[in-house]
Nanobody, 122 residues
Framework: VQLQAFGGGLVQAGGSLRLSCAAS????????MGWFRQAPGKEREFVCA????????YYADSVKGRFTMSRDSAKNTAYLQMNSLKPEDTAVYYC????????????????WGQGTQVTVSS
């Protein structure tokens, strides 16, 4: 599976962005998907995840109620709708795919996209 993340950009605090993660390969629907982010000088952290079926989603406490993750298996694409953005959301966002393991652990993900920069100005 090859992943390509896009949709990042510069937005003012309180604004919205929608990230997309396009996947290649016929087995996309078999993979759980996740978004992680890494701010300068910080470790990569879990943001959210969705199961292979799309039936369940999980969010970090810091984004709960503001971010929504979804997937469209017909389009081989996962999405991250980010609302009410804050300056502390500034980071490079990575999408990733996993077959097993815990959804919040980066080590569970076998495939990673290249990352897309999100910058939130105050």
């Amino acid at each position: 599976v090859q992943l390509q993340a896009f949709g990042g950009g510069l937005v003012q605090a309180g604004g919205s962005l929608r990230l997309s993660c396009a996947a290649s390969g016929r087995t996309f629907s078999s993979y759980g998907m996740g978004w992680f982010r890494q701010a300068p000088g910080k470790e990569r952290e879990f943001v959210c995840a969705v199961t292979w079926s799309g039936g369940s989603t999980y969010y970090a406490d810091s984004v709960k109620g503001r971010f929504t993750m979804s997937r469209d298996s017909a389009k081989n694409t996962a999405y991250l709708q980010m609302n009410s953005l804050k300056p502390e959301d500034t980071a490079v966002y990575y999408c990733a795919a996993r077959l097993s393991g815990t959804y919040y652990s980066s080590g569970s993900y076998s495939y990673w996209g290249q990352g897309t920069q999100v910058t939130v100005s105050s």
